[in-house]
């Protein structure tokens, strides 16, 4: 027997089902006092034999207050079946007995003292455990019907422990045979009846829940079960309840003239509004005795909590209608007899009050809260929490806590108790998390991932944020996730407020390996609250799941206004909303009051489905049986709608969503408004759910006939993938009687989750009192018109008649008749003759009007039509000066994080589609423009992105689209990256004018590629200024502004013009400049190659750069690249472009430094590949190179890194970047010494060249030997190069002379292994015969080249060291004569001293020179002149050194003196152990200006010739004479530096005033520390100690062996 029934009020006696047979009346089933506020199902087994009747009985007593009901009472044969929850009445409902136990639980009928809890008679079945003979405790464990889904479920049982100490019950989880740990645990203290209790269970699938308990010999009464249930989800912490869904596990104690706790709503004998969702519509329980003329007392008790953590925070909320109302109580329950008194209170000046305790109990406990009310008021409770840790003492208002995880995790909190858990890290590997992090896209950025983790329980990582205070409607929460793998993924997005946790967002399955961005409104919450990321994942199969970049957008509530302008609404707490969200269900005031008093502000018809569908109704034309569904959120997720609803923002409220009977494509499900009258300007707005099928739809009509035959669509669903509740509204007007109707279409797919919740008419909307039904014929009038859906006055009902056909457009506002097909109507070119066939279609200069672009931002800061004055900035516009654009401000201190600007919907496009528009960003901005556009799929792609401001009031940009075969958005999306605690910037105003698309239109073609050749002559041709970067492209012929950096002339004439960028200020280091081709058609085959000619010299030259950019996808490519000072002259550039994409060509060039001006001129694109050149690069092909047969191993041509630690090139000589190739010989363990691999040229005629010149790297500390030969054609070799051992990670120059030859030859490249070793790669680039002789080997002239001496680059020194002659055109700080030639066209080295700080150095280093007993000598040509000009210094470094981070090594000689305008020669004898490479160092003095130059450096085998031999000490030398010798040497050397310092006082108050009275010492011979030797004399051996000067830090002391010399 079935029926339903409702108890409610605060005292309602019982409701009885008896049962009449021939002898007597048996009581079958019974409840008593108030039950939850909703109908309630009941089943109860009858056996009929001998009944002869059925009859339920109502009670009342004398003080009763509240009702009983009952309804749809049905009677079927057979046992009763309920689906969610087993009582055990009818059968054991799949429940089993482990049977690897001697303990057995059985299904056993009530006793009149033992009554069963699901009939709460004699007349029900519970489960308990058997007794037995046995002499031996048994253990009995009851195992549930498995489950095989992964997911939290909450497991919630009534249960009742006798007397008697050895009675208990506890919960496990069974998996595999094997019992998880104890989940939940009840034993001592005896039952006083039947106690309910809740568990959460988590596992992997398929497992049981056990329920054991034991049997101990000589007890004849054991545990009882009854009413288990489960539900999906977590339970609420054990006694934490928000009462939206019930009582939990709270239970009414019935007592002797008392009354019951009541679940209610706001103004039934209590407050107005609940404390969870501040509303009327939320939930709490009330005590209230006014039905009473005497004091009367309430009990509930919670469950039993065993705390988990020795200290929790106890947390409530209470409401008392007035100071007499009462006295509530909360106590501590832990027996029969032990009760301890937590609060006790009598007044809550009658608003929601909160009382919050520590608790530390280590033994299991009960909350007992008493009211004891009069007859004069009540006392209301909600939100208790039982939650771990400490109770905050201090609540101070709390922010929004994102995350970005690069310096900690900002207070995030692993709350981990499973299996996994959640850890910071980064460039992980394998099973534990992503290589790269989203915030900076590197191996060196963080993020938060899940790892193993050896929790007992089986649940998920979960990972909590800081508390936050209240959020307002426009909440959204923004992070980036990477779900990877193949084990079982799942990541949720949940939010807590007290007890209650609502899921937001979820996702499982493997994503790849890339971080998507995850966004959800968290909207209106009304009470303190916390984010958390739950991940499980099985750590059995390679995959992550990882987290960043966490922000919450909009979510600080309005802020209050001195006054609002006339067409919004003021708030009571005087923040401002618009007119149209007042009564639209959406607290925008987060006050409540746009939702207060509708009635007064018009609108009535209002439905939030928590009372049922109000005045909407099923429709009699969609698919029978499926119609819209009334749904709580808790019960319909995750199978037929959303996990919360909109108005309470919660499990617990309602909504409704389309019938789950449809099934085909097409299928429909409706839902109708009440008939209005006819209306005009009638507004609905309403809020949906769509996370669904993008090819369902959902729509909203007018309807005025039966039929739905002349339906009129006035909104149609856009967005339908979205984890968040969506606002809409559309406007109509109507003639006639109409009807609204929502409808939903069954797509292609499988319908997942769609809801409509929260729907408002405006006061406009007149309904029928009479509710009469629509005609079932039609009537002669024009359908209802949608205020939103015209787009031009052609589309409008009431639009003029006009001449054209059909299948025309009518050129509206052109003067005459003017018709053109109606296919030519937005195709991206005018074709009426005032271009009225593109309105709406994307391109606008907001003369006018908006075009369609619309501002779609959530928050105060919208995208608004401005019109330009001096108060306005920017104070022109872009398309008159004095007309419109379009703006956004942020004002300082907003915390609104973006407004977007979007487009109307644009038509497909040709593949060469570009969007061209002229932007504005404030010069205090914090924050960035980007564009953003649909993808295909229905993500957004960022296409540009520019965070600086913009120097002139526009700048343009042109941006690539590329094809699109449907039509597609676009956003102008301005971001905020200002603080309430940045006080510095100013208001971040972003403007945007004059948007037009470049060569969209489909029958466009592209020139040929002949057409983007320029030599900018005449302006930049067909290229164009990028604008994403801060400095532009500059025209100029002549020389640059700086001096020692820049070209003298173009390239083309000498005299014309080139292109370069400015390096000196206001322009800074890293700056950027971007030229754009416009889209090229993909290569073809043969592909074509582009050139053009550039000039990099300076100091501080920085970088230039190639990439080739797609559209489609939009994605950028590095194809060549060079850093840093290329010398003093032009130089080609050939890159053979293949890509069979369409794409553009971008020239990006970087600022180094001050004195680094990059110039481009020349550029061409011809068909074909490039043509050869006297440079073998290999990036074609292997240049006709042979590999040889007779050696052991081949050189393998390769691009990009060898991805070996410590060793290899990361990328080619020729183009720096990973696309280029390079020969390479990798190395392994397995090599053996003296194994080779060789490599030999094309044949070269007798005669040709006399000097081979290539690039090799050899890094590692493994390195064998590199050997060039010159081989005749017989195959007789003659060794020309060799080099040895690690020469660090660079590319080196090599240089041979060729052995003149009568017979053709080749050249013969060898690789020789040193042995087994990792660490041993080499390779070799670039290889070039010239006819110009090589510079003697050891020996630089620098008249060609700067040999094999390098610059070591922006890393370490502040500049590089300059190739450069006397006659040079460009100005320049070098001598006016070199050495070698003694004439101005002669070349050498030299620094620019005109630029940099005090103190800045420039490297200039050597190859590497292996050991040798007899030494090196250095011998070079130096030139100082000028005042303060600074120090040169020659160091000697090795690996070992190097690799300790001292770039410099060991000091060998310095000089610091101006030595007049003539070139010296110094001389440098080294002796090292170790393979060692010389170092020049020159340090910047105080002094702008003055020559610092090299010429002719040699290094010579042997020592230096004036120096005499040194003999090694001799072993036997007693103690005493090296004592002696010891002595002696530093003796001599105080009294030298005493006399040299008397000497340097002399000689700075002579000449020049002292530097912080520290400067070197200065003579007029150059000054070595290591010999003493002055003006040409030696006068002893090295010492140790050397003079610095204090400002700048000093290398080590020299440890050498060596004797330097000087000949200065």
Sequence with gaps: MGFWYFMLGPSVSTLDLMVKTNSSELLVWTRQGTQNPEWINAQVSINMTNTTQVMFTGHRNTNSKGFIAIDDITVKEGACSNQNECGFDSSWCSFENALDHKGHWGRKRGTTYQVDHTYGTENGFYMTVMISNSTQTEEAQLLTPEFTSATEICVRFWYWIPTGSSNSLAVHGLRSGELSKTLWQRSGAPSSGWEVSEVTVSSPANYHVVFKAFHVPGTNSTVRLDDISVRDGACSPPGSCDFESGQCTWVNIPKEDGHDWVLSRGGFQG?????????????????????????????????????????????????????????????????????????????????????????EKRKPFQLLIEAETNNRGFIAIDDISVTP??????????????????????????????????????????????????????????????????????????????????????????????????????????????????????????????????????????????????????????????????????????????VCPENMFMCNNSVCVEHNQVCDFSDDCADWSDENNCEQQGVVERCSFEQGLCFWEQSDVDTPGAGWMHHKGQEAWPEHGPPRDHTLNSAAGHYVSPGTHLTANGQSSEILSKTLLPSSHCTVRFFFFSLDDATARLTAQSRTLQSGSDDNVLWLRENSQSYSWQRAEFAFSSSHNSQIVFRYEQGDGQRWLVALDDISFSKECVFDPENTKLPNTSTTSAPPTSSNTSTSPASSSTAPTHPCQDNEFFCWRSAGNVCILATLQCDYHPNCPQGEDEDGCGRCTFESNQCQWTDTSDGQSRWQRQKASNNTEPPTDHTTDTGYFMRVKFSQGSTQIEARLQSPPLPSTSPYCQIVFHFHISAESAGSLRVLMQQAEGGEAILWSRSHNTVSHWTPEHLPLGLHQQPYKVWFSSMNKGTQTDTTAGDHIVAVDDISF???????????????????????????????????????????????????????????????????????????????????????????????????????????????????????????????????????????????????????????????????????????????????????????????????????????????????????????????????????????????????????????????????????????????????????????????????????????????????????????????????????????????????????????????????????????????????????????????????????????????????????????????????????????????????????????????????????????????????????????????????????????????????????????????????????????????????????????????????????????????????????????????????????????????????????????????????
């Excluded at 043969?1086 to 939009?1114: D, K, V």
């Design 271 to 359: 407050p107005p509004t609940d404390h969870t969702t501040q509303t009327p519509e939320g939930w709490f329980l009330v005590s209230s005795s006014l039905h009473q003329n005497r004091s009367s007392v309430a009990q509930v008790l919670s469950e039993w909590i065993q705390l988990r953590d020795t200290t929790s925070c106890l947390t409530l909320w209470y409401h008392m209608d007035s100071s007499d109302s009462g006295t509530l109580k909360v106590l501590m329950r832990s027996g029969p007899s032990e009760e301890e008194l937590m609060f006790n209170s009598n007044s809550s000046g009658r608003v929601w009050t909160r009382f919050s305790k520590s608790v």
């Design 998 to 1608: 470049l060569n969209c239109e489909k029958a466009y073609q592209p020139p040929a590629l002949s057409a983007w050749g320029c030599s900018f002559e005449d302006g930049l041709c067909v290229w164009a200024q990028g604008a994403e970067d801060e400095l532009d492209w500059l025209i100029r012929s002549g020389p640059t502004e700086t001096p020692n950096t820049g070209p003298a002339g173009d390239h083309t004439t000498g005299k014309g013009k080139y292109l370069y960028i400015k390096s000196s200020p206001p322009s800074v280091k890293g700056n950027t400049a971007q030229l754009k081709s416009l889209l090229l058609p993909p290569a073809g085959e043969e592909g074509y190659c582009f050139t053009f000619w550039y000039h990099m010299f300076g100091a501080t030259a920085g970088s230039l750069r190639i990439l080739l950019q797609t559209a489609n996808p939009l994605k950028k490519t590095l194809v060549w690249q060079k850093s840093g000072n290329q010398g003093d002259e032009w130089l080609l550039v050939q890159s053979h472009v293949t890509l069979q994409r369409v794409h553009q060509v971008i020239l990006e060039a970087t600022v180094g430094g001050q004195a680094g001006d990059i110039a481009i001129d020349d550029m061409s694109l011809i068909s074909g590949p490039c043509p050869a050149s006297d440079i073998c690069d290999f990036e074609e092909g292997s240049c006709n190179w042979q590999q040889q047969t007779t050696d052991d191993f081949d050189w393998v041509r390769q691009s990009g890194s060898a991805h070996k630690p410590n060793t290899g090139p990361d990328s080619d000589h020729t183009t720096n970047t990973p696309m280029g190739h390079y020969y390479y010989l990798s190395s392994s363990t397995d090599d053996c010494a003296g194994q080779t691999a060789k490599m030999s040229s094309p044949l070269y005629p007798a005669g040709k060249g006399a000097c081979v010149q290539l690039w090799y790297h050899m890094y590692g500390k493994g390195m064998g030997m590199l050997n060039i030969y010159q081989q005749s054609e017989e195959g007789k070799q003659a060794l020309i190069f060799s080099q040895t051992g690690d020469q660090g990670q660079m590319w080196r120059s090599a240089q041979a002379s060729l052995l003149p030859r009568v017979q053709p030859y080749r050249i013969v490249v060898e690789g020789v292994k040193a042995g087994p070793t990792q660490e041993g790669d080499m390779a070799f680039d670039d290889v070039q015969l010239t006819d110009a002789q090589c510079p003697p080997l050891g020996h630089c002239d620098f008249e060609s080249s700067i040999c094999s001496w390098s610059n070591l680059g922006g890393r370490v020194d502040q500049g590089d060291w300059l190739r450069g002659q006397g006659a040079s055109p460009n100005p320049n700080t070098g001598p006016s004569v070199d050495h070698t030639t003694n004439s101005t066209h002669g070349y050498y080295l030299y620094v620019d001293s005109s630029v940099g700080e005090w103190g800045d150095m420039s490297f200039l280093i050597s190859d590497v020179f292996q050991p040798s007993t007899r030494g090196h000598c250095l011998i070079f040509w130096y030139h100082m002149y000028g005042n303060h000009v600074g120090t040169l210094r020659v160091y000697i470094n090795d690996r070992k050194m190097h690799t300790g981070g001292n770039e410099e090594g060991i000091l060998k000689w310095i000089d610091t003196v101006n030595n007049g305008d003539k070139w010296q020669e110094a001389r440098v004898s080294v002796k090292h152990q170790e393979a060692f490479w010389f170092v020049f160092v020159y340090q910047r003095g105080m002094n702008t200006g003055g020559d610092v130059a090299l010429d002719d450096i040699t290094i010579l085998p042997g020592g230096c010739y004036s120096e005499p031999p040194i003999d090694p000490p001799d072993d036997n030398i007693d103690m005493l004479s090296v004592g002696l010798a010891v002595g002696l040497t530093l003796l001599t050397g105080v009294i030298i530096s005493i006399f040299l310092f008397v000497l340097n006082r002399k000689y700075s108050t002579m000449n020049q005033p002292t530097i912080m009275n520290n400067d070197p010492i200065e003579v007029n011979s150059a000054f070595n520390l290591f010999d003493c030797k002055i003006d040409g004399v030696q006068r002893g051996t090295e010492s140790d100690f050397s003079f610095f000067n204090k400002l700048y830090n000093p290398s080590p002391n020299v440890t050498d062996t060596t004797v330097a010399s000087s000949d200065a």
């Design 389 to 562: 840790g400490l109770c905050q003492v201090n609540e101070t208002s709390l922010g929004f806590v994102g995350c970005s995880f690069e310096n900690g995790t900002c207070g995030w909190e692993d709350i981990s108790v499973g299996q996994c858990e959640w850890m910071r890290g980064r460039n992980a590997t394998g099973n534990t998390g992503p290589s790269v992090d989203h915030t900076e896209g590197t191996e060196l950025g963080w993020y938060i991932t899940v790892m193993p983790h050896r929790g007992e329980e089986m649940s998920p990582a979960a990972v909590q944020s800081p508390t936050m205070k209240q959020a307002s409607a426009t909440c959204t929460l923004h992070f980036y996730y990477n779900t990877y793998g193949e084990d079982i993924e799942e990541l949720n997005v949940l939010l807590k407020e007290g007890s209650r946790t609502t899921s937001l967002w979820w996702l499982t399955g493997n994503h790849g390996d890339v971080w998507h961005h995850g966004e959800v409104t968290v909207g209106r919450i009304p009470q303190d609250f916390t984010i958390l990321f739950e991940a499980s994942r099985t750590f059995n199969r390679p995959g992550h799941i990882a987290v960043d970049d966490i922000d919450f957008a909009n979510c600080t509530l309005p802020e209050p206004q001195p």
